[in-house]
């Protein structure tokens, strides 16, 4: 019996992380009602249903947009 080669996929899937409502809070050190007014304002999330996932990246990309009267060091 031969072996079948081994398959490749087609598409290359890039391992990407969410944060939880939760672990958002924790990482910015805001509370949720905060998380919930940005979501509100344009900042990107993710929903399933009443689930919401954050891309650290794309959250700090975000805030930086709205940074006023601060110039980054």
């Given at each position: 019996?031969?072996?079948a080669?081994?398959?490749?996929?087609?598409v290359?899937?890039?391992?990407?992380?969410?944060?939880?409502?939760?672990?958002?809070?924790?990482?910015?050190?805001?509370?949720?009602?905060?998380?919930?007014?940005?979501?509100?304002?344009?900042?990107?999330?993710?929903?399933?249903?009443?689930?919401?996932?954050?891309?650290l990246?794309?959250?700090?990309?975000?805030?930086?947009?709205?940074?006023?009267?601060?110039?980054?060091a």
């Amino acid at each position: 019996m031969t072996k079948a080669p081994p398959v490749t996929p087609r598409v290359q899937f890039i391992s990407i992380s969410f944060l939880t409502t939760e672990q958002l809070c924790l990482e910015l050190g805001v509370c949720r009602l905060t998380i919930l007014r940005w979501r509100q304002l344009g900042m990107p999330y993710m929903a399933a249903g009443r689930v919401y996932r954050y891309n650290l990246h794309d959250v700090a990309e975000w805030l930086s947009t709205r940074t006023h009267g601060h110039k980054a060091a």
